[in-house]
T-cell receptor, first 112, second 117 residues
């Protein structure tokens, strides 16, 4: 079945450092890919998405490119801020099966 | 335009009691998903429902857990005879028919945090 594997955390960075959180997927069909973010004490919010190969999703300085050849959707940000501290979840949806699956989540802590 | 509403936000139960968690999806949404998040762990899929129908319950424990989404009213996740290991945050998400009309985006509630004493 469909699944998502993402880099285990926790990840601790200093402010203004470069961030990469790896995500790879296994899927039949043509899934859409997502990154969700969960701030402390809150539910998940959509951060960005890409619906087909080579699409780049971007929001709030975060980017991820849908790479079909490597089945990856790595999250990047050039300069993190303390306010980016949260848990980040990679996810995929397979519209043919109405199926939505999440990775285990990666906790990011950014220190001033 | 209210988002996904979950209640209660916090629930405390003693071992052996029942827990009922409610989720009202966003207006116009007919698909509901339940996920469980254990402390310091990721999000685990439990069940996916449409109105009056369970579509996928492959993530639900075989015993004590049940879910429903009636024609009228909220979706309910029911845990009977709770044990300490059931302590977790339970998140509900909703989408329009066909997984958000093709975008696949889910809209999450703020979660219900169950503590079993």
């Amino acid at each position: 079945g469909n699944s998502v594997t993402q880099m285990e955390g926790p990840v601790t960075l200093s402010e203004e450092a470069f961030l990469t959180i790896n995500c790879t997927y296994t899927a039949t069909g043509y899934p859409s890919l997502f990154w969700y973010v969960q701030y402390p004490g809150e539910g998940l919010q959509l951060l960005l998405k890409a619906t087909k190969a080579d699409d780049k999703g971007s929001n709030k300085g975060f980017e991820a490119t849908y790479r079909k050849e490597t089945t990856s959707f790595h999250l990047e940000k050039g300069s993190v801020q303390v306010s980016d501290s949260a848990v980040y979840f990679c996810a995929l949806s397979d519209l043919d099966n109405n199926d939505m699956r999440f990775g285990a989540g990666t906790r990011l802590t950014v220190k001033p | 335009n209210a988002g996904v509403m979950q209640n209660p936000r916090h629930l405390v139960r003693r071992r052996g009691q029942e827990a009922r968690l409610r989720c009202s999806p966003m207006k116009g949404h007919s698909h509901v998903y339940w996920y469980r998040q254990l402390p310091e762990e990721g999000l685990k899929f439990m069940v996916y429902l449409q109105k009056e129908n369970i579509i996928d319950e492959s993530g639900m424990p075989k015993e004590r857990f049940s879910a429903e989404f009636p024609k009228e009213g909220p979706s309910i996740l029911r845990i009977q005879q709770v044990v300490r290991g059931d302590s977790a945050a339970y998140f509900c998400a909703s989408s329009p028919p066909g997984l958000a009309g093709g975008t696949g985006e889910l809209f999450f509630g703020e979660g219900s945090r169950l503590t079993v004493l």
